[in-house]
């Protein structure tokens, strides 16, 4: 069970959109439409975003979502905030009721 | 409204055996629809996900964890714990309890606090 693979890194505007890649296995994100993403600031534990490759729980903004190709699934924020300066991570079911998480990706708002 | 509360101690010395305990108020452990997780960081790094557990007692680990790890619940306590045993510097983490919702989210929905667990002499 190895980690998904997500960019140590991405950058953008106030207002622009990014979109973050979660790349995984047949066995994981390629199996299951069971991706999740997870929203996190420094210090703090993380939130949940997106549930089920492209739903959002009650209360998360619009500007969210999520999509899934083969074994990569992707987080897109649109309208870039101040506020969504964070790290992100993508989770998958990898079966046998396992779970893997990405390694992370830190969003840098310019 | 649920909410989790990790406690436990915040220093472990080499080759002994971690122990944390979750608290779950605001909501029943013991309901069917949901799992209760353990899940890591390490500083600076990313999330790892250690295991999870029903209310009836049944559990499933991460592989790479499965020969320390040990997860338990007490349902007349709305808690459930984690054990693991043998321990290095690579354990030093952060380790949040979270709630799995197996049968609606399919994901982890609600996260404790988290608390910081160092190994070290």
């Known amino acids: 069970q190895s980690a998904l693979t997500q960019p140590a890194s991405v950058s953008g505007s106030p207002g622009l959109s990014i979109t973050i890649s979660c790349t995984g296995t047949?066995?994981?994100?390629?199996?299951?439409?069971?991706v999740s993403w997870y929203q996190q600031h420094p210090g703090k534990a993380p939130k949940l975003m997106i549930y089920e490759v492209s739903k959002r729980p009650s209360g998360v903004s619009n500007r969210f979502s999520g999509s899934k190709s083969g074994n990569t699934a992707s987080l897109t924020i649109s309208g870039l905030q101040a506020e969504d300066e964070a790290d992100y991570y993508c989770?998958?079911?990898?079966?046998?009721?396992?779970?893997?998480f990405g390694g992370g990706t830190k969003l840098t708002v310019l | 409204q649920l909410q989790l509360q990790e406690s436990g101690p915040g220093l472990v010395k080499p080759s002994e055996t971690l122990s944390l305990t979750c608290t779950v108020s605001g909501g029943s452990i013991s309901s069917s629809r949901y799992y209760w997780g353990w899940i890591r960081q390490p500083p600076g790094k990313g999330l790892e996900w250690i295991g999870t557990i029903y209310y009836t007692g049944t559990t499933y680990y991460n592989p790479s964890l499965k020969s320390r790890v040990t997860i338990s619940v007490e349902t007349s306590n709305n808690q459930f714990s984690l054990k693991l045993t043998s321990v290095t510097a690579a354990d030093t983490a952060v380790y949040y309890c979270?709630?799995?919702?197996?049968?609606?989210?399919?994901?982890?929905?609600?996260w404790g606090q988290g608390t910081m667990v160092t190994v070290s002499s």
């Open positions: 979270a709630r799995l919702d197996d049968s609606g989210l399919d994901a982890f929905d609600i």
């Open positions: 047949s066995s994981d994100v390629g199996s299951y439409n069971l």
């Open positions: 989770c998958s079911y990898a079966g046998s009721s396992t779970w893997v």
